[in-house]
């Protein structure tokens, strides 16, 4: 049996259509509507809050403290893809700075999401270019360890596979299954008339949850027959 080679070139990713749309939708409503699932640690947090970025995972898994791989990937991923960068969460020394990020706006990619540190805070609100990470140090990094590109990764906590539908806001990062992408766009906006409806509800007095003295029956915390 043939190994994989550490480059996988290749890859199939979310329709552009399919991202154009998860892109009008909060990383929340899509973690909803996806079973509560998907979402990245919290340390995976966007640079500025007013950045948001979608579209397909092009994955990276490189040694902590070492960007070798990163480099490589930039010179592959295609316009529109996300760099997701599994850094094991190191946050001892950055993987990436202005240069990488400005060559990867350059390239046209989509943004940058990295389970590990970064650095040139200041400079990267300027690029106006979206970028998600564990944090900052101004340590810089080696090249010199090989990695995987193209591989199934974890990174902030969850599997991310290449191609899969990312999307991150100010809340974090979300990600779906490719295949399972396509279909959640419609429960997506189903999602976004039930919350306007409850918004519009809320608006005129009706704040109580009408699902509420169920849950609560059903936790024990109410006896039949009895509500709040």
């Known amino acids: 049996m043939s190994q994989l080679p550490e480059i996988i070139r290749d890859i199939e990713r979310v329709a552009p259509e399919v991202v154009a749309k998860a892109k009008t939708f909060q990383a929340a409503i899509l973690a909803d509507v996806a079973g509560r699932r998907g979402t990245m640690h919290?340390?995976?947090a966007p640079v500025s809050d007013k950045m948001i970025v979608a579209g397909p995972a092009f994955t990276v898994e490189v040694r902590p403290g070492d960007n070798l791989m990163i480099h490589a990937a930039i010179a592959l991923a295609q316009p529109g893809d996300v760099?997701?960068?599994?850094?094991?969460?190191?946050?001892?020394?950055?993987?990436?700075?202005?240069?990488?990020?400005?060559?990867?706006?350059?390239?046209?990619l989509a943004g940058v999401i990295v389970d590990g540190a970064i650095r040139d805070k200041l400079e990267i609100l300027e690029l106006?270019?979206?970028?998600?990470?564990a944090g900052f140090n101004p340590a810089g990094p080696t090249k010199y360890v090989p990695g995987r590109i193209n591989h199934p990764i974890g990174a902030g906590g969850?599997?991310?596979?290449?191609?899969?539908?990312?999307?991150?806001?100010?809340?974090?990062?979300?990600?779906?299954?490719?295949?399972?992408?396509?279909?959640?766009?419609?429960?997506?906006?189903?999602?976004?008339?039930?919350?306007?409806?409850?918004?519009?509800?809320?608006?005129?007095?009706?704040?109580?949850?009408?699902?509420l003295p169920a849950a609560l029956r059903a936790a024990g915390v109410l006896k039949e027959g009895e509500s709040l």
């Open 128 to 133: 106006d270019f979206p970028v998600f990470s």
């Open 42 to 44: 919290a340390r995976v």
């Open 158 to 211: 969850i599997t991310v596979n290449p191609g899969d539908l990312v999307v991150g806001d100010a809340d974090g990062v979300t990600v779906i299954e490719r295949a399972k992408a396509p279909a959640m766009m419609d429960l997506a906006v189903k999602k976004v008339a039930d919350e306007a409806a409850r918004l519009e509800a809320i608006g005129r007095g009706d704040t109580a949850s009408k699902w």
């Open 83 to 108: 760099l997701v960068i599994d850094g094991k969460g190191d946050q001892t020394a950055a993987l990436m700075g202005t240069l990488m990020l400005s060559a990867c706006k350059k390239r046209g």
